[in-house]
């Protein structure tokens, strides 16, 4: 028989006795806990009896704190740590038995309230079900459900398609000063490599000889291997191997640090094309150099080897992506492309 009263900080608690045991849980409505009552109640009655203490004991921390050690060394995504900073001050202190979908999805509203992108949000809430899952599946400790696979994703729509403008290549490449940023970014025009991937290139991986690159850490965490293009050969030709740990580009230790050194060039390149607008005494583009990214040229690539592997099969194995979803983001051809292939 379940009990249902208000307590002193205005939420409701639901109080449950089977066969001598009792099962507590709180709600901020007492139509929820009305709800989550007869729902327990018609449980109980058809025998699927299970014991709910640990989800009744266990904040969400715990769990944080499991996987912290458990999984989060094994993953790549270094973002995670934080994203489980950001959880555990959200989600911390409250009971596994006490984690509404209703909660979460007005923490998915406030994140998006102060202007996190959505794609952001997606990946807040993808952890939070990862970790209730890790309690149930690897903790052992029962739920009745996830509550976070019932909060809606928001609509992702920031898929780029940035391309190099007119001259804006040359640009680019004028205003590398670091001996070493013309080599990385031929190698992503030729390769459509992640810079990741480009950044964990080890020589004992690339054999010029055949023309290949083995790359054992991709951002799916699936090895795979690619062809070389005469430029790439050319390229990797002129590379010194002089950087500790094997790695081709071991001047930079960290993505994020290559990301510094490339957004000082673009300011550098933006300077230097002003001047030279200056001095022929035409206008400067304001899209010039503008919301460039470095993984933008992995785009760039896959649109020119589109060009040159019209089947998508094919395209796929160099790029690595493993569905045309994924793929369309990057291949594109023209009306007059097509046009020209119908005539």
Known sequence: MASISR???????????????????TFKSKSLASRWATQREAELSRGLIANVDDAQRTPLSH??????????????????RYTLDLLDAEFGSTRLISLQSRDIADFRDARLGVGRAPATVVKDLNLLRVLVDYAIQDMGIYLP?????????????????????????????????????????TLAIETACRLGELLNMEWKDIDLAKRTVFLPKT????????????????????????????????????????????????????????AECAAAGTKPNPGMLNN???????????????????????????TGHKDLK??????????????????
């Not at 293009?229 to 071991?250: C, D, M, Q």
């Not at 994924?326 to 005539?343: F, N």
């Open 63 to 80: 769990v944080i704190s499991r996987y912290r050690v458990k999984v989060l060394p094994s993953k790549q995504n270094r973002s995670d």
């Open 292 to 318: 460039l990214r470095f993984h933008d040229l992995r785009h760039i690539a896959t649109s020119r080897l589109a060009k040159r592997f019209p089947n998508v099969i094919e395209l796929s194995r160099i």
């Open 219 to 274: 951002k799916i965490g699936e090895s795979r291997t690619i062809p070389l293009s005469s430029v790439a050969i050319k390229t990797l030709h002129k590379i010194p191997r002089a950087f500790e740990g094997g790695r081709a580009f071991g001047c930079w230790a960290r993505v994020d640090s290559f990301e510094n050194v490339f957004r000082r060039t673009l300011v550098r390149g933006r300077t230097q094309y002003e």
């Open 326 to 343: 994924s793929l369309s983001r990057y291949y594109h051809v023209s009306i007059e492309d097509l046009a020209l292939r119908m005539a």
């Open 145 to 185: 459900s996830n509550p976070a696979r019932n909060v809606k994703n928001p609509s992702v729509k920031n898929s780029r398609d940035r391309v190099f403008m007119q001259d804006e290549e040359r640009i680019l490449f004028s205003a590398f000063t670091h001996p070493m940023l013309p080599a990385i970014a």
């Open 7 to 25: 307590n002193t900080s205005g939420n409701w608690r639901v109080q449950i006795e089977h066969r001598g045991e009792r099962e507590y849980k």
